[in-house]
């Protein structure tokens, strides 16, 4: 089946729609530049969906959805059942056994579709196949985007045949919850948001210099010190191990994993402040940090009787926590002799511990198994050696992935080191993760040196992550940023639905009021 074939009932092509707004605006609004650049895309939009499926057909005709639908589950799927009946509820559709339009969730035994893989067949019956529930999941979240936002009157769902299975297992997000704190119901919400694209990893920042936010029972002072910092005009607090224990559960139901990050050996001085121990004996500078520069703070790597058994005690409790098979152990921006030996010890602990460690770029100089993950965060990082040494790649190159960067050049509190222009949305959506051979799989980063709001955290993750989503979905379409735009514009009612502060897109014509 080709990744695109043209319907019998096309779509309305949803760029041209909103261009003939934008010509109907003109004369107050000024739009005159958009309308220069505009073009149709070179596939036509079939339906508007980010990520866009791997196979989609429209086979012609609508589906008008009444009061009830009549669900059926095949095998188990509790958390896809649980989010069908969110999305029905929230439509005002009764669902259950009975009237209304069958709709049927169903467990298949097909290896094609993987871990994360689905079938939507969509005609006078609503019928979703996957391997698993985090498939049949996925399946409902593409029905979600194909719904209206909010109730109305006559809702139709255009009939089509989707196949959709994901080119790569790790499309995540990290935050930085150590400079800036963001609040427990924010990661909730995240959660929920994740899920519509199908983004799938959640990757924790929980330690830095400026902030400790992981509660650790045999020490204490982790959080009563480090989690009292942040930093300056940044928010502190801290996550207690209850709260992050409902937080992973609340996640995995969503197809969302959550990594935790313990930055070592640097990054640590909210440890060093809580805990002088840590420090080497001639360290002075013992106070909490609330500046912005980094590489300064390391522990006393010689003083492994002290260090090592912390490490290790943190870990267990880390791994006690969190199921995620793989745990960041950091290892960025430090300079020492016995770093290498440092990130060795550590890997092969959290692999003793049954896991699989992940380090940022500068870790792979260690002599590691080739199992351990390695982040790339440096664009011009030389990654060749940890690819032929076999590491698996988490791509987060700065210039496509950092989006503590502007939305666009000169965006206000946002950093530019690495790309002076700012990393836009349509930079983000050409990203070619398939000319790196060990690649799992594609990572947004949002530090939080510049981020103290839960609105400036929307501003700088939305619409960005839905183009990390369908880069990590679905690359084949990285050539047509015209066919992403239009399909991810028409999904604004979406994010206003979930309250999203996101960034107005010139590109999405998100400057203009929905109307
Ligand atoms: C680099 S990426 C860092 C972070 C900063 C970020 C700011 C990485 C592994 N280290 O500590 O917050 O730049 O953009």
């Not at 969302?256 to 990050?261: R, S």
Request: net charge negative; hydrophobic share 45%.
């Amino acid at each position: 089946m080709p990744a695109l074939t043209l319907s019998r009932t096309p779509a309305l092509p949803v760029q041209w729609s909103s261009l003939l707004a934008c010509l109907l605006a003109f004369a107050v609004t000024g739009c005159a530049q958009r309308v220069e650049v505009a073009q149709a895309p070179a596939a036509e939009i079939l339906a508007n969906v980010v990520p866009m499926p791997t196979h989609l057909v429209r086979t012609g005709g609508e589906l008008t959805l009444g009061a009830s639908v009549a669900v059926t589950v095949e095998g188990e799927a509790p958390h896809a059942r649980r989010a069908l009946d969110t999305l029905l509820a929230g439509l005002g559709v009764a669902s259950g056994k009975g009237q209304g339009v069958q709709l049927r969730l169903q467990r298949v035994d097909d290896p094609s579709l993987g871990e994360e893989g689905y079938r939507l067949r969509i005609d006078d019956a609503i019928v979703m196949e996957a391997a698993t529930d985090i498939g049949l999941f996925h399946a409902v979240q593409t029905l979600r985007q194909l719904l209206p936002a909010q109730p109305k009157p006559g809702m139709q769902l255009p009939h089509l045949e989707i196949e959709d299975v994901p080119a790569y297992g790790w499309r995540g997000v990290s935050l930085d919850v150590a400079r800036s704190f963001l609040p427990l119901d924010y990661l909730y919400r995240h959660v929920d948001r994740m899920a519509l694209f199908k983004l799938n990893r959640l990757h924790l920042h929980l330690t830095d210099d400026q902030g400790w936010r992981i509660e650790i029972k045999r020490y204490p002072r982790l959080t009563e010190v480090g989690g009292a910092s942040a930093v300056a005009g940044g928010r502190s607090g801290y996550y207690t191990q209850a709260q992050l224990k409902a937080l992973v559960a609340y996640a995995q139901a969503h197809g969302v994993t959550i990594v935790p990050e313990i930055d070592m050996p640097g990054h640590v001085q909210a440890a060093l402040a809580s805990y002088n121990a840590l420090a080497c004996d001639d360290v002075k500078n013992l106070a909490p940090y609330s500046g912005t520069k980094v590489g300064f703070s390391v522990l006393c790597l010689d003083k492994p009787e002290v260090v090592d058994p912390f490490v290790r005690d943190v870990l267990t409790e880390v791994l006690e926590i969190f199921p995620s098979h793989e745990i960041h152990i950091g290892g960025d921006e430090i300079r020492h002799p016995r770093y290498a030996e440092f990130v060795e010890m550590t890997a092969a602990l959290v692999e003793g511990m049954g896991r699989r460690p992940i380090v940022w770029e500068e870790g792979s100089v260690a002599n590691t198994r080739p199992t351990m993950m390695v982040q790339l965060w440096n664009d011009g990082y030389d990654i060749a050696p940890a690819v032929a040494k076999g590491h698996a790649l988490i791509l987060s190159p700065c210039s496509f992935f950092y989006v503590d960067h502007g939305n666009y050049a000169g965006q206000p509190q946002t950093y530019d080191w690495c790309r002076k222009e700012g990393v836009p949305l349509a930079r983000i959506h050409g990203f070619d993760p398939t000319v790196f051979k060990t690649a799992a799989g594609v990572e947004a980063a949002l530090w939080s040196e510049l981020v103290h709001t839960d609105a400036a955290a929307d501003n700088r993750l939305w619409p960005r992550l839905a183009a990390v989503a369908e880069v990590g979905w679905n690359p084949s379409t990285r050539g047509d940023y015209l066919h992403f735009s239009g399909r991810l514009s028409a999904l604004r009612p979406h994010l206003d639905a979930m309250g999203i502060a996101y960034h107005r897109e010139p590109d999405l014509y998100w400057t203009q009021p929905w109307n």
